[in-house]
Every structure is written in structure tokens, then in C-alpha cells.
Nanobody, 122 residues
Framework: QVQLVESGGGLVQAGGSLRLSCAASGRTFSSDVMGWFRQAPGKEREFVAVIRWSASITSYADSVKGRFTISRGNAKNTVYLQMNSLKPEDTAVYYC???????????????WGQGTQVTVSS
């Protein structure tokens, strides 16, 4: 059983920063790809960023490019999302996901966390 646990969400003013963390556990965890998605109220879940461990390749949604940075910890089972210059439209529940293939589509991911709320006030 693989578990993903997100942390670091909260309330921040526009222009501020937050750092989300995602820790994966499970004796069989070996996913090469970890991504972040988000879901705003009344909207579908959308891709935010993805990192492929083995090649250190990253990809971002256009809406966050230049403001968000995805990175991995020293331990392979940890991924971070540094969010700078936050905007009210970044308000959403942020989910960590793990899979075998780097993708912007949530169906390609095998494991999901429970999500962490990020609220950006104007």
C-alpha cells in the first residue's frame, strides 16, 4: 500500500509564498514520477506541475510557470512545490500524485494524497 501525505497548505495574502510538501510511504513505492494537481471550488481538478525523478525533468502548467517550482528532496519519496507570487486564483485544494509516466493527465497517476488547502486572499 502506497500512501501520499501532503502538508504546508494554509492562508496567505496575494503576492506571498507557500511551500507544499508530499511524503510517500509504502514498502513497494518506486514511482518515478510525482506531480501536483489542484482543484478549485466548482472546477475540475487540473495539472500544476510534474517531476520525473530519474531525469530530473520538470513540467508546469502555463498558469504557474515562472512562479511555482517543483523539486524533490534528498530522499526519493519526498516532493515539494514552492509557490511564489501567489494569486487569489491559485486558491484550491492541492493534491500530490505518483505514477510511472510523466503526464498532465490525472488518469496516468496511480496514487493520490488527500490534498491540502491553499487559500490566497486579495
Amino acid at each position: 500500500q502506497v500512501q501520499l501525505v501532503e502538508s504546508g497548505g494554509g492562508l496567505v495574502q496575494a503576492g506571498g509564498s507557500l511551500r507544499l510538501s508530499c511524503a510517500a510511504s509504502g514498502r513497494t513505492f518506486s514511482s518515478d514520477v510525482m506531480g501536483w494537481f489542484r482543484q478549485a471550488p466548482g472546477k475540475e481538478r487540473e495539472f500544476v506541475a510534474v517531476i520525473r525523478w530519474s531525469a530530473s525533468i520538470t513540467s508546469y502548467a502555463d498558469s504557474v510557470k515562472g512562479r511555482f517550482t517543483i523539486s524533490r528532496g534528498n530522499a526519493k519519496n519526498t516532493v515539494y512545490l514552492q509557490m511564489n507570487s501567489l494569486k487569489p486564483e491559485d486558491t484550491a485544494v492541492y493534491y500530490c500524485a505518483a505514477g510511472a509516466w510523466s503526464s498532465t493527465k490525472e488518469g496516468q497517476y496511480d496514487y493520490w494524497g488527500q490534498g491540502t488547502q491553499v487559500t490566497v486572499s486579495s
